[in-house]
DNA sequence: TTGGATGACTTGTTCCAACAACCCGATGGC
DNA sequence: GCCATCGGGTTGTTGGAACAAGTCATCCAA
């Protein structure tokens, strides 16, 4: 009677505890498909389901020519994103150039930056936030890629209204400070900003970019920063991969 | 020389373009494995390899007996949670007995509650953010699936020290007004939260108790509050699905 | 009229087989 | 000593086949 579940299942089902317990540890090499299709007396077909089963759930994964084995957890890197930005953190911190990069330097790993800046017409999305006509919205655009120790990190496209940021540092491509303090030398003032945070797969495009092993899920968080006259200064949208964030504010209760 | 890409890669890259490019709309149903066989010339194995792939990233969802569709998107829900438990939100609300289902309701859905209430030792991580003894520590729990059109929405499971909230309300298991409000009717009063967001697969456990398609992330919320000495107050782990929910914030700078 | 059985269609599970692609250590020549 | 090659081991890709299990419309009998 307890036939329904299928064999694939019931072999996930057992190395998943088998992780779970320690017993196969991370980093640690599975048996070879050959070996457990003996252990389980299944099909390699069978064996490769169950084991991309568990891939799926982000506790494997594979390499062509050496094996499978269990995955590693990285320490995530904790993001507090109520400081970020703010005028008083900025200010503390302007020697750095970049709170970003300073964060991850003070963390002892090395942070880098590649910077790409072009002036085009922004998602029709971003138009609307910054309060644009889509039709025929200009900005100035920032699209960075992090590394931290040579690897990866997370996408960082920021979008300026093209009137706003007309002859200002935000146009040339060098690697300069958070935007934050850029504007604000730009005579452009963000007192207050609104995020919004959504959780998906990355696209095949941003796999490839992050090198995200498989089933590793993103976090798009979206924030736009507005002067004191409510005016939208920005928006700035960050890819993180799931495995290596976390996203933290801190809120006084009014 | 263009042959390094498998079968199967270029399957799915070619259905991925018709499903963005809209000629597979969403909720319509793909050919059948059969039909793709034939016309892409390889075997089932092959074809299912390529579906398998578009599953994986969200796009695709498959019924037994049906056939394969596309998958539809939810509009998701916004949360904001700079307000949620803010004192003024909060007495702004408090007829409603809970912010949650007082936003659902607003917005024309039916909101609803199971919650279970025990007292038991909490996980480490819990009893180390409470400041808790790992080992002694016993903490009221709250575990709450919530609904929305009687569709799973979220997992919210709230600890408390034990001792902070003895003989008080939030014992009864019944579904009483937000953690904030019978907090404070208790005398304790969040002046502060900690929130920290991280973003992963759901076990399978998640994912069944919340009826999620595959490849479908969740957000993991968790918020720790704290009284105007800096005591911990309670942790509210939330667990939301990722394509269902936006998470939010309004921040003022400094 | 209605309820159940039937059968076609579809995806799910499992087996078998072969070759490709890749990794790594061992071998052996320089 | 060093480096290229080779072979065995491993995962990746693809084909073929069969049956299980779920869905749905249709048909038939009570």
């Not at 979008?159 to 452009?188: C, K, Q």
């Amino acid at each position: 009677m307890a036939k329904q579940v299928p064999r694939y299942h019931a072999i996930a089902d057992d190395l998943r505890v088998q992780i779970e317990q320690g017993k196969l540890a991370p980093g640690r090499k599975l048996p070879s498909e050959e070996e457990l299709t003996t252990t389980y007396d299944v099909s390699r077909n069978t064996v490769r389901l169950a084991l991309g089963r568990l891939t799926e759930e982000g506790l494997l994964v594979s390499a062509q020519g050496r094996g499978s084995f269990v995955r590693e957890r990285y320490e995530p890197a904790v993001w507090n994103w109520t400081t970020m930005e703010s005028r008083s953190a900025h200010e503390a911190n302007h020697t750095a150039g970049d709170q970003w990069a300073s964060q991850i330097a003070a963390n002892g790993q090395e942070p880098r930056q590649e910077v790409r800046v072009s002036i085009r017409r922004p998602p029709e999305e971003v138009a609307l936030q910054l309060q644009l006509d889509p039709a025929t919205a200009l900005t100035v655009v920032r699209e960075r890629i992090r590394y931290v120790d040579h690897e990866p990190y997370a996408l960082a496209d920021s979008y300026f209204p093209e009137e706003l940021v007309r002859n200002t540092p935000l146009m040339l491509p060098e690697d300069v400070s958070a935007p934050g303090g850029v504007l604000a030398s730009a005579g452009l003032i963000q007192v207050r900003f609104s995020d919004e945070i959504t959780v998906r797969m990355p696209t095949r495009e941003e796999s490839e970019r992050l090198v995200l092993p498989a089933a590793t899920p993103v976090a798009v968080h979206r924030r736009t920063g507005y002067d004191k006259d409510g005016k939208p200064l920005r928006v700035m949208i960050t890819t993180l991969p799931g495995d290596r964030h976390v996203i933290r504010y801190d809120v006084s209760t009014d």
